[in-house]
């Protein structure tokens, strides 16, 4: 059984995280750009600690509105900087705002960022990480892996004996939808 899942099950942060989140598909947009962002904030520190500052992190950017945060200018840089309630990493924050800008092109180029993922769907770990560094900033191989596994693009975020399992598969996820041979076997429960 993977470590999240040993761990996550009745804890106040991760439980709900584990259990209703992590591995899902279907998110639109928003959602996915919030996973993104989550995702780079946590490059280097706990996943504790982001989902601790996850309320007052979505409160200083805006609910993670796409256009709203493609907007932000070095005045908006510099409020989030001083903002406690945020992890405060100027190269993470700026990656997040230039990703906005890059999800709008997306919309431009496939109609959306989720539609985008399902053109590249599937693919094996390297390639992704490649396309999200061509795309992307601040999108290296456990970012990417990460955000690909909370988002049902890539297997792992859930062990098959945790009850979330059967419930993630009915659901169908895309990285169920093609042969296991693409990931290599190299996928582990994460987070």
């Not at 297997?155 to 169920?176: N, R």
């Amino acid at each position: 059984m993977s470590w999240y899942c040993d761990v996550a099950p009745g804890h106040p942060l991760h439980g709900p995280y584990h259990e209703k989140e992590y591995g899902f598909p279907g998110k639109r947009d928003r959602a996915l750009f919030e996973l993104l962002s989550l995702e780079i904030f946590q490059a280097g520190l706990s996943w504790e600690i982001v989902l601790k500052k996850r309320p007052t992190t979505v409160e200083a950017f805006e609910n993670f509105d796409i256009d709203v945060v493609a907007a932000y200018k070095k005045r908006a840089i510099n409020r989030l900087l001083k903002n406690p309630g945020i992890i405060r990493n100027r190269l993470k924050v700026e990656s997040i705002i230039s990703n906005a800008q890059a999800i709008q092109q997306l919309r431009h180029s496939h109609g959306s960022f989720a539609k985008w993922l399902k053109t590249h769907h599937p693919r094996p770990h390297k390639e992704w990480v490649k396309l999200f560094r061509a795309t992307f900033r601040f999108t290296g191989p456990e970012v990417v892996n990460e955000f690909l596994m909370s988002t049902g693009y890539l297997p792992g975020s859930h062990a098959e004996t945790c009850p979330v399992y059967a419930k993630i598969k009915s659901k169908k996820p895309p990285w169920m939808q093609v042969d296991s041979d693409i990931y290599g076997g190299i996928y582990q429960a994460g987070k």
